[in-house]
């Protein structure tokens, strides 16, 4: 496949991505400024290969079930879920809450890992991606980005995700100085109403943030008057998933 088509291909997964799939051919051809006829033609590859799902009923199409089997390989070789994985379930059991592994996916924190706490409530699946300004992980990748990527990303603009969602630069800004002042992330309700949630940094050696381990429920049982008592276990235990890591995989995955 030539690099142009490539490069087309990965535009549409990542269009499907960002909508979080469902879009028809014309309006993948009017968000990427291409002919519907390349679009079709590249949608029958991704199709083929698993990349990309069409629904029978609205014959649109969203990501395929093969990117998230993808998606485990990488993390699986890299060996972060491994050793993340009981340390997210003891800190489910510490804390009596939906715990979760996140990784930064570009402008989206994409979460890889849930471990479910004791409540009937938690059974929702929390697995996706979401916005980094409006979400405890992305707060936590974008304290730690260059000052260039992070004009880049605020450059896009901070969509409105709820009433309480932070949607100025300066604001922004003055929440990731305390991100990094504190070492954790929180989100009251910025993304979802109605759910709070706390996170930390996963580190390299060097400082490099890596992924973020949180912890989310529902506001009425996760409080801030509650959730003050999280980030101290939650820093040691993401140290530990730190140390634990192997140091090939603790230099690829970045």
Do not use: C
């Amino acid at each position: 496949m030539p690099v142009q088509s490539v490069d087309r291909a990965v535009a549409i997964l990542n269009a499907l991505s960002a909508r979080k799939g469902h879009l028809g051919v014309t309006e993948l051809s009017n968000e990427l400024d291409l002919h519907k006829s390349t679009i079709h033609r590249l949608l029958v590859s991704l199709k083929q290969g698993g990349l990309v799902e069409r629904d029978a009923k609205s014959r649109k199409y969203r990501l395929g079930i093969r990117l998230v089997e993808l998606g485990y390989s990488v993390l699986n070789s890299r060996g972060l879920p491994q050793v993340a994985l009981p340390y997210l379930h003891y800190l489910a059991d510490e804390v009596k809450e939906v715990t979760y592994l996140a990784v930064q996916d570009g402008d989206r924190a994409l979460n890889v890992l849930q471990v479910p706490g004791p409540h009937l409530v938690q059974s929702v699946s929390w697995l996706g991606s979401g916005s980094l300004h409006s979400t405890s992980t992305g707060k936590v990748f974008l304290a730690h980005m260059s000052e260039e990527d992070l004009n880049s990303f605020l450059g896009k603009g901070l969509p409105a995700k709820t009433k309480d969602t932070i949607t100025d630069a300066g604001e922004l800004r003055a929440e990731l100085e305390r991100v990094r002042e504190q070492g954790f992330a929180t989100n009251w309700e910025e993304d979802q109403e109605g759910i709070n949630a706390v996170a930390v940094p996963i580190r390299k050696s060097d400082g490099t943030v890596i992924a973020a381990m949180g912890v989310v429920g529902p506001s009425y049982r996760l409080t801030r008057e509650k959730a003050t008592g999280f980030p101290a276990i939650m820093m040691g235990l993401a140290r530990e998933v730190a140390q634990k890591l192997e140091p090939p995989s603790f230099g690829v995955l970045v």
